[in-house]
């Protein structure tokens, strides 16, 4: 979950 | 995103590009970092690998491409084009002290032990000692032109308010990440001594210098 979350964010 | 994110992003676009304009206007880089320079490089290669592999939004694409060109094109323009204007002699930072703890952090505490996953939680840790360089130079020269103040007060201003998207994300969404929430919280301690000096001298139209 965090791990997808990350991609998102710069 | 929300509107804390979004400034952040601004915020950290606005540095790039006082940055660039700063040594392309002026001819010259000094008075900066080349070492910094070469870690922001770093980071956002290993922290943007994912370009390839994940589509987020237009707005992701973009701002990461910005980010990846605009850190190496800054090395050009520092090591190429405006070379002889470079203080590599005020710019003695050893980066491997920032590098190495990086590494061996990155692959002791990460959220998933795969290539992506450590290199995006490296480049976490590394961005927030990067500007150690370049805070490292300005106390050695005792000074920094305003337009290098304005550049770190930006940086240093992205990370605080991703702090707020931070916040904001867990009261809404319930999301945090440990990960970058206490390394985006060293990365804006750091400029604190900084921000103190912005504000006091910068602000006031007096030029950056620290007391001898």
Redesign the interface.
């Known amino acids: 979950q965090v791990v997808e979350e990350n991609h998102d964010e710069l | 995103m929300n509107i804390f994110?979004l400034l952040g992003?601004l915020s950290?676009l606005l540095a790039i590009m006082i940055l660039l304009q700063k040594i392309f206007y002026s001819r010259s880089c000094a008075g900066i970092s080349a070492k910094s320079q070469v870690l922001f490089a770093i980071v956002y290669t290993a922290r943007y690998l994912?370009l390839v592999t994940?589509y987020?939004?237009l707005y992701?694409i973009s701002?990461?491409v910005v980010?990846l060109l605009s850190s190496y094109a800054t090395l050009y323009l520092i090591y190429l084009k405006f070379r002889a204007t470079y203080d590599r002699n005020h710019d003695t930072f050893r980066i491997e002290f920032l590098l190495l703890p990086a590494i061996v952090l990155a692959l002791l505490i990460n959220?998933?032990f795969s290539a992506l996953?450590v290199l995006?939680t490296f480049s976490i840790y590394l961005e927030s000692v990067a500007i150690l360089p370049q805070l490292f130079m300005v106390s050695k020269t005792g000074e920094a032109e305003s337009i290098t103040s304005h550049y770190l007060f930006a940086l240093g201003s992205y990370r605080g308010l991703?702090i707020l998207?931070w916040f904001y994300r867990y009261w809404t969404e319930g999301?945090y990440?440990l990960i970058?929430i206490v390394a985006g919280v060293v990365q804006t301690v750091l400029y604190c001594d900084f921000f103190y000096l912005y504000v006091t001298k910068v602000l006031k139209g007096k030029k950056l210098q620290l007391p001898a």
């Open positions: 994110r992003d950290h994912d994940v987020v939004s992701n701002m990461k980010f959220h998933q996953e995006w991703y998207n999301h990440d970058a």
